[in-house]
C-alpha cells in the first residue's frame, strides 16, 4: 500500500483520507485527553523586550538593553504550552516483512496517528525517515497544510538504502535538533540499541522507543506446505512451515550448495 513512487495523485489522496478516517477516532477518544498530560509544555519563553513602566517587575529588567539606549527595558515572557514532536520512521528494508500487514505499513500507520495527534493539540511535528543513513527530514512545522505534507512522504517515499543504523540517526537527530522535543523512534530493530546516544537523546529530549515487529518472526504457523526439491534422478520432500497467504505475496529465495559439480536444483513449492 506504502511506499510505491508510482502511486498516482488520486491513489496518494485515497490513502491520505484513509489514514486520517482510521486515525481520527483514536486521536479523538484517546489522545485529545491524554496527550498533553503524558507530556508537558518547556515552561516559558522569551517573547519581546519592551520598555519599563511604573509597576513592572524590576527582576525582569534586560540591564544590556537598558544600558544601551540608556533608559529601562524589561523582559516579556510567555508560558509555553505547544510541544514540539518529532517521529523518527524506521524505513529499511527489513520493515517490508510482515504477515497480514507489513512492519513498513504499521510504522506509518502509527507515525501518522502521532502526526495527526499534533495537528490537533496545535502542536509542532516533524518527520526523520531514515535507514543506515538519514533519507528524509522535514522540520518542525505545525498546520494542516504541514501535516498532509508528512502524510504524502510517509506514504509514497522510497528509501535509497536498505541497511538500518540508529547510532547514525541520532547523532544527526542531535546536532540539528537543539530544542527539546519529544521524540518518537519507530523502529523494528532486533539488536541492542546504542546505549552512548540513547543517553545524549534523553538527556535532550522527552525519548519514546516504538518497536514494531511480526508474529512470524516469533512463530512460524505451521499450515502443512510442502517443498519439493527436484533433481535429476532423484526427488527430495521436506516439509516447511510457511502460511500460503504469505507466499502468495512475497518472493522467498532458497539457496542449496550441494558441490562445485552439481547440476542446479530446480525449486517448486507445492502446497498439501
Known amino acids: 500500500m506504502f511506499g510505491n513512487k508510482n502511486i498516482t495523485t488520486k491513489e496518494l489522496l485515497k490513502s491520505v483520507r484513509q489514514i486520517e478516517i482510521k486515525t481520527s477516532r483514536i486521536v479523538n477518544s484517546y489522545f485529545s485527553g491524554q496527550y498533553h498530560s503524558a507530556f508537558k509544555g518547556h515552561g516559558i519563553e522569551f517573547d519581546e523586550v519592551r520598555k519599563y513602566s511604573i509597576g513592572d517587575d524590576v527582576r525582569a529588567m534586560d540591564w544590556k538593553v537598558s544600558a544601551r539606549y540608556n533608559e529601562p527595558f524589561i523582559k516579556r515572557f510567555r508560558e509555553e504550552r505547544e510541544l514540539n514532536v518529532i517521529i523518527l520512521a524506521d524505513f529499511s528494508a527489513s520493515t517490508n516483512f510482515g504477515f497480514t500487514k507489513t512492519k513498513h505499513n504499521l ?114 504457523p505451521n499450515l502443512g506446505g510442502t517443498l519439493v526439491i527436484v533433481q535429476p534422478g532423484s526427488i527430495l520432500f521436506a516439509f516447511i512451515s510457511f502460511p500460503s497467504v504469505y507466499l502468495s505475496s512475497s518472493l522467498v529465495v532458497f539457496t542449496f550448495i550441494v558441490s562445485a559439480t552439481s547440476l542446479p536444483l530446480t525449486v517448486k513449492l507445492k502446497y498439501a
Do not use: W
Not at 111 to 131: E, Q
Not at 187 to 192: A, L
Not at 209 to 219: A, I, K, R, S
Open 107 to 220: 510504522i506509518v500507520e502509527v507515525s501518522a496517528l502521532l502526526t495527526f495527534s499534533a495537528l490537533k493539540n496545535n502542536d509542532k511535528v516533524g518527520l526523520l525517515i531514515f535507514t543506515d543513513t538519514v533519507e528524509k527530514f522535514i522540520p518542525l512545522g505545525k498546520g494542516r497544510n504541514h501535516v498532509l505534507r508528512i502524510i504524502r512522504e510517509l506514504i509514497e517515499f522510497e528509501p535509497k538504502n536498505i541497511k538500518t543504523n540508529i547510532s547514525n540517526t541520532l547523532e544527526y537527530f542531535n546536532r540539528i535538533q537543539l530544542r527539546e522535543s519529544i521524540t518518537f523512534l519507530i523502529t523494528d530493530i532486533c539488536s541492542e540499541l546504542p546505549k552512548k546516544e540513547i543517553e545524549i537523546t534523553k538527556k535532550r529530549h522527552d525519548f519514546i522507543v516504538c518497536l514494531v515487529n511480526d508474529m512470524l518472526e516469533y512463530e512460524l
